[in-house]
């Protein structure tokens, strides 16, 4: 067996591991223990991301005891769908049950580009932002690499039967993607391998609420993803309000980090900014957040939020919305708004668990 990272071992307790949450090196490193050609590595990857099947009995060019051998060391993952969702728009949201009972949501989306899949790398979130669903109720248990791949395969078996391709993921759904460093940059190599799903890393965003430390990292991994980091706040008192995390990662060392990912990468970044109707959406905000952000490699995204039930936020309306983006624009800030997908639908990161599943989400 390949030797497993701590948070590997964690993250699902008895089982075995899905043969999804192998990296293309760890599964030569697992063939060749078993004394096998490397070719098999290939097979079994053509298997598992061209061909797509669901059993290790379907793999007909590998010998039976080869495929006994397989069976007994991995599982192939599988996520049964509880709920499906589709908007008038084509967004597509899937409540999923993991093995072990717990939910998990993923969302498809459709743009004139192409298809984008947005993931779940936490079953909950223990971040605490004060206007999200998905941390309701806590975390509850890391998600393994190949729970996070099965999501992608999952949405591209929906999406084979009209052959069609899903081009681009973001790691954006339930759960802070840099507080599962490991599993995360494991599926992030697995989906854009050529002999994997092909996912070319500049299709790939990632986005964190700040995890210092990690962003660092990331810089450091040198890798040519998408990067965004939540801000939604010009100053610590309205961003530790809405996100409790800033009490730990201030502001200024959040931006310092973001310089250094910028300078290391030579890549800008993306501020995710939510508009909560009367919290951070005046004009001074907008100045504000300019002269915070303008020596910085950004662009900033603005997201108009929908009523949060559980904390009364509202929306920012629509002229704000767009007095907001020029007051940027005028202090020579990239900006843009975020196009609403999944209006009539319960879009929102986490909000169809929270419906769906009461008892895991308090
Ligand atoms: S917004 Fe993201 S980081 Fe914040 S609580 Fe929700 S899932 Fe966690």
Redesign the pocket.
């Known amino acids: 067996m390949p030797q497993k990272t701590e948070s590997k071992k964690m993250s699902r307790p008895n089982l075995r591991d899905s043969i999804y949450s192998l990296t293309v090196e760890e599964l030569k490193e697992w063939v060749k223990e078993q004394g096998e050609p490397g070719f098999r590595t290939s097979q079994i990857y053509e298997w598992l991301y061209q061909k797509r099947v669901d059993s290790f009995d379907d793999m007909t060019n590998l010998p039976k005891h080869f495929r006994e051998k397989l069976k007994q060391s991995f599982s192939i993952t599988t996520l049964q769908t509880i709920v499906q969702q589709t908007s008038q728009d084509g967004t597509v949201k899937f409540l999923f049950e993991l093995v072990d009972g717990y939910s998990i949501e993923t969302v498809l989306m459709k743009h004139h580009y192409g298809y984008s899949v947005c993931v779940t790398t ?1 079953v909950g ?5 004060t ?5 309701l109720g806590g975390l509850k248990r890391q998600l393994e690499a190949g729970e996070i791949v099965s999501q992608v395969l999952k949405v591209q078996k929906a999406l084979d039967e009209t052959d069609e391709r899903v081009s681009s993921v973001v790691i ?5 993607p840099f ?1 599962n460093y490991e599993e995360m940059l494991a599926f992030l190599k697995i989906i854009n391998h050529d002999k994997g799903l092909n996912i070319g890393a500049r299709h790939i965003t990632v ?3 700040g995890i210092i430390p990690k962003i660092y990292r990331f810089a450091d991994e040198e890798m040519q993803i998408n990067f965004a980091v ?1 801000l939604h706040a010009p100053n610590d008192e309205l961003r530790t309000k809405l ?1 409790p ?1 800033n009490k730990a990662f201030s502001m200024d060392k959040l931006l310092e980090a973001v310089e250094y990912y910028n300078k290391k990468t030579g890549r800008r970044v993306t501020f995710e900014y939510g508009l909560f109707g009367g919290e951070n959406d005046s004009i001074e905000h907008a100045k504000e957040l300019a002269d915070r952000i303008r020596h910085l490699k950004c662009h900033v995204n603005l997201i108009p939020v929908n009523y949060v039930p559980e904390r009364n936020y509202t929306r920012t309306p629509k002229h704000q919305i767009f007095a907001f983006e020029r007051a940027l624009k005028e202090e020579g800030i990239n900006v843009t708004i975020r196009r609403e997908q999944g209006h009539d639908i319960d879009a929102a ?2 909000q169809l668990r929270a419906r769906e599943r009461k008892d895991e989400t308090r």
């Open positions: 936490q979130c223990r971040i605490g932002c206007f999200c669903a998905s941390t954006m759904g339930i759960g802070e507080d986005s964190t609420s939540s996100m995390i990161c986490g």
